[in-house]
Structures are given as structure tokens and as C-alpha cells.
């Protein structure tokens, strides 16, 4: 089973993906974090000199599909989480669920305050986060996918039903 969890920044993706390995015991589980297949720095857009995370085109894609293949060979479930998760169509026909959490936007900013794990992102910048997500971020199969609200605590049963678990 492949599973996708989607999200602006600091919603809490890998929070859930983490909290889903949990709520699995006796499965093996591997979860792949999209934030580890960016291309080096030289290659991703700027925006206003500064590198464009949040652009698809700073993330290779055809890896992350490759990486997600192979951990499903090597899995009973592999879960596939990061800002762009939806973003390739490809890779979407690999997911068996799709989960996307969602957080408003005065907690996003809330949360983005407090992050200074890049030190301090000027306030276009953080808009820009936002923007960028509701451009490329969301999920192109509503239907497919359950929506989590990332300021509760996830609903076990709920989310179980849905991976069919």
C-alpha cells in the first residue's frame, strides 16, 4: 500500500505520516520525505534572488517515484509525504490513499513564525509559501483523497477506514 499525504508547510505532514507508522504495529512501514529529493540549489528557480522551494520544479520527481517504487517492493506500506506530493500526475497513479492536511491560513503563519529552522523568511516570502501551495499543492483527485484538519487530533478510525485498515 502507497500512501500520500500532502499539505502546505507546517501543517503537519510528517506529524501524521509518523503518527500513521504508529497506529500500524507489525506492518512494515517506510516513510519517504519529498524534501529529500530537491535538487541541488543551482538547479531550482529563484523568486526575488531567493531559492524557490516551493516551485515544482525544485523537486525531482521521477527519483521520488523511482524511491517510492522501490520501497513498495521492500514494504507493507511506504508513505509519501511533502508540500508538492500531488503535484505529478505520475506519481499520483501510485497512490493507493491520498491524505491532505489542512491548516488555515493565520495557523500557517502562526506555525511559520515559530519556524526558524532557515532563520528568518521575510513576510513576501511566507505569502509566497502560501500561494505557491495553493497553486501546485493540492490534490487533483478530490475524490480520492480525505482531508485532515492539522489543528485536531487525527481521527483514528476515520483515517484507518479510509487506508482500509
Same mark, same amino acid.
Given at each position: 500500500?502507497?500512501?500520500?499525504?500532502?499539505?502546505? =508547510?507546517?501543517?503537519?505532514?510528517?506529524?501524521?505520516?509518523?503518527?500513521?507508522?504508529n497506529?500500524?504495529?507489525?506492518?512494515?512501514?517506510?516513510?519517504?520525505?519529498?524534501?529529500?529529493?530537491?535538487?541541488?540549489?543551482?538547479?531550482i528557480?529563484?523568486? *526575488?534572488?531567493?531559492? *524557490?522551494?516551493?516551485?515544482?520544479?525544485?523537486?525531482?520527481?521521477?527519483?521520488?517515484?523511482?524511491?517510492?517504487?522501490?520501497? =513498495?517492493?521492500?514494504?507493507?506500506?511506504?508513505?509519501?509525504?511533502? $508540500?508538492? &506530493?500531488?503535484?505529478?500526475? $505520475?506519481?499520483?497513479s501510485?497512490?493507493d =490513499?491520498?491524505?491532505? &492536511?489542512?491548516?488555515?491560513?493565520?495557523?500557517?503563519?502562526?506555525?511559520?513564525?515559530?519556524?526558524?529552522?532557515?532563520g528568518?523568511?521575510?513576510?513576501?516570502? &511566507?505569502?509566497?509559501?502560501?500561494? =505557491?501551495?495553493?497553486?501546485?499543492?493540492?490534490?487533483?483527485? /478530490?475524490?480520492?483523497?480525505?482531508?485532515?484538519?492539522?489543528?485536531?487530533?487525527? /481521527?483514528?478510525?476515520?483515517?484507518?477506514?479510509?487506508?482500509?485498515?
Amino acid at each position: 500500500m502507497i500512501i500520500g499525504i500532502g499539505g502546505v =508547510s507546517r501543517a503537519g505532514k510528517t506529524t501524521l505520516a509518523e503518527w500513521l507508522r504508529n497506529q500500524l504495529p507489525g506492518k512494515k512501514t517506510h516513510i519517504i520525505c519529498q524534501d529529500d529529493f530537491v535538487f541541488p540549489t543551482d538547479r531550482i528557480p529563484r523568486i *526575488n534572488n531567493r531559492i *524557490n522551494w516551493e516551485h515544482p520544479d525544485s523537486i525531482d520527481h521521477v527519483a521520488f517515484r523511482k524511491a517510492i517504487i522501490a520501497e =513498495s517492493k521492500l514494504n507493507e506500506i511506504v508513505i509519501a509525504e511533502g $508540500l508538492l &506530493v500531488f503535484y505529478d500526475r $505520475l506519481t499520483n497513479s501510485l497512490y493507493d =490513499s491520498m491524505l491532505m &492536511v489542512e491548516i488555515g491560513y493565520q495557523t500557517f503563519l502562526s506555525r511559520k513564525d515559530h519556524d526558524h529552522r532557515w532563520g528568518h523568511e521575510p513576510d513576501w516570502y &511566507v505569502q509566497h509559501i502560501w500561494d =505557491s501551495f495553493l497553486k501546485y499543492g493540492n490534490s487533483p483527485e /478530490p475524490h480520492r483523497t480525505l482531508t485532515i484538519d492539522g489543528t485536531k487530533n487525527f /481521527p483514528v478510525k476515520t483515517i484507518m477506514d479510509f487506508i482500509g485498515q
